[in-house]
């Protein structure tokens, strides 16, 4: 596809509704755009809603109303080129056991109508680094090999997009970095990825921007530098010259914690105060700073504090 004939975006969801049977509403009217050629994260806490977003754009799940459309090509009126333009990593695991890694992967690229001079299943093997069982029966594959083996099995017929619904769960940290290794060498050749991850330490290293959603609703979609930015907390931490015997209070400090006996934890908004000031309000106090260890705010906090139920 040449660039002129690209969409902006890769997905495009509109008002996206799902009720299930027996009245569930998983989906409450979201709307997202994801940027084509980006790494984007779709987060938000359990039962939020994302498998539901993803399993529609799947195909797995039928929308209760709204519109999605992928790559261009809006999923009800085009769906054989909405399906073929995306490739989706489960969270479930689920194979045919008899069938060996290889032999899954032509099967897949055959159900998808690759024709056999174009299929690159030992290639996808190798950058999943399970070519070594290629012919193994896939019932022999440890958990974190079957989820790479699904990885490869979703881009048998060369989406531009990749979805990855939860794909490290269960998995080891060496074989997360692997994983996350391939899904961005897959972004550098162009690809498209939306990811799902509880990992969201991994998720702000990864990810150009992300989308939270909770109970349904959208309620960031931001770049990652943006939705950083939100956090209102700052920490510092202050090692001081004595023994505290009481915690030093001031107008300036959120919350103190005394983490030893001469190292103290203190939190402010940096709305209402700088490090400076907190720092000057320790020493009135009497207490002589030696030390002081500044923490920038993370994902955690910012997904901690917009997903906090009221
Ligand atoms: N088939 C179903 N029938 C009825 N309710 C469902 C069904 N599938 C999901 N739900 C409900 O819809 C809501 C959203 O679920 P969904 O699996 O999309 O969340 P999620 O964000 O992917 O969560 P997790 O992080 O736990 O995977 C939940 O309340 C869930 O219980």
Redesign the pocket.
């Not at 359990?46 to 977003?53: D, E, F, I, V």
């Given at each position: 596809m040449t660039d002129s004939a690209q969409p902006a975006a890769a997905i495009e969801i509109r008002d996206l509704t799902k009720v299930?049977?027996?009245g569930?509403k998983?989906l409450d009217s979201i709307s997202l755009s994801i940027p084509r050629g980006q790494i984007y994260g779709l987060l938000?806490p359990?039962?939020?809603?994302?498998?539901?977003?993803i399993n529609i754009l799947a195909g797995l799940v039928n929308k209760t109303s709204g519109s999605a459309r992928i790559w261009g090509f809006d999923i009800d009126a085009n769906p054989r080129n909405a399906k073929n333009s995306i490739g989706i990593v489960p969270?479930e695991i689920v194979f045919d056991p008899f069938f060996t890694p290889l032999e899954t992967l032509e099967n897949q690229a055959g159900y998808y109508g690759v024709p056999r001079d174009r299929r690159r299943s030992m290639e996808l093997l190798r950058a999943v680094h399970l070519q070594d069982k290629a012919n193994a029966y896939a019932r022999t594959l440890s958990g974190g090999m079957k989820r790479r083996l699904l990885v490869a099995k979703a881009m048998v017929h060369s989406p531009p997009i990749l979805v990855l619904d939860?794909p490290t769960a269960g998995v080891d940290v060496q074989l997360r970095q692997q994983l996350w290794a391939y899904v961005r060498e897959l972004n550098a050749m162009g690809v498209t990825i939306v990811l799902?991850t509880?990992y969201l330490e991994e998720a702000q290293q990864l990810c150009d921007r992300i989308g939270i959603i909770n109970h349904g609703r959208v309620i960031a979609d931001k770049t990652t530098r943006e939705l950083l930015s939100m956090a209102q907390e700052k920490v510092v931490q202050v090692t001081v010259d004595r023994d505290i015997a009481t915690a030093p209070e001031a107008p300036c400090f959120e919350k103190v914690e005394r983490v030893d006996e001469r190292t103290l934890t203190i939190t402010y908004l940096k709305d209402r105060a700088n490090a400076g000031q907190v720092l000057a309000a320790v020493q009135a106090s009497g207490l002589a700073i030696v030390d002081v260890v500044t923490r920038d705010p993370d994902l955690e906090d910012v997904f901690l504090h917009l997903t906090a139920d009221a």
């Open positions: 299930y049977k027996g569930k998983a938000g359990n039962g939020a809603g994302k498998s539901t977003t969270q939860e799902t509880h």
